[in-house]
């Protein structure tokens, strides 16, 4: 019987160690989280009611390969990626991103969207517009 708590004690003093040991992982802030990396577009879609369009099917190509590299200092670097649109536009361009609303919302290039998600991996945006009484809802997903 005293074996038994024995090695329950030493079993429980080893997980016990084991999550000690584990460090949690600091929260990273929305600005670390938006410039640890270059994003590309991975779904752009339009709502209006039940209707979903996939926005992105309908793009060119030379949109879909865009990288954005949002930069500490507020810029936002935009390449064209491999395949340009027009071979006359400049291979990348330089713009500014900021928070506002308690960091709910990003402004680029003076478009307001709210910030659906940031995550390490997925970047989501939304911004909705009425025209006509009718109101369509976009969203835009990035990742790394």
């Known amino acids: 019987?005293?074996?038994?708590?024995?090695?329950?004690?030493?079993?429980?003093f080893a997980v016990l160690g084991t999550f000690a040991s584990c460090k949690k992982e600091d929260k990273k802030s929305k600005t670390e989280l938006l410039t640890?990396?270059?994003?590309?577009?991975?779904?752009?879609?339009?709502?209006?009611?039940?209707?979903?369009?996939d926005m992105l099917a309908a793009q060119d190509e030379c949109y879909k390969d865009n990288l954005y590299t949002f930069k500490a200092d507020k810029t936002l670097i935009i390449d064209e990626g491999a395949e340009k649109c027009d071979?006359?536009?400049?291979?990348?361009?330089?713009?500014?991103?900021s928070?506002?609303?308690?960091?709910?919302?990003?402004?680029?290039?003076?478009e307001?969207?709210?910030?659906?998600?940031?995550?390490?991996t997925e970047f989501k945006v939304s911004s909705s517009v009425?025209?006509?009484?009718?109101?369509?809802t976009y969203?835009?997903?990035f990742g790394h």
């Open 1 to 12: 019987m005293k074996i038994k708590h024995l090695l329950f004690a030493v079993v429980a």
């Open 36 to 53: 640890a990396g270059t994003w590309k577009i991975k779904a752009f879609v339009a709502k209006s009611g039940a209707v979903t369009v």
């Open 87 to 97: 071979e006359e536009d400049d291979q990348s361009y330089i713009t500014s991103w």
């Open 99 to 110: 928070f506002s609303d308690n960091e709910s919302k990003i402004t680029v290039d003076e």
């Open 112 to 120: 307001i969207s709210s910030i659906v998600s940031l995550t390490t």
């Open 130 to 136: 009425t025209e006509d009484g009718q109101t369509y």
């Open 139 to 141: 969203e835009m997903t």
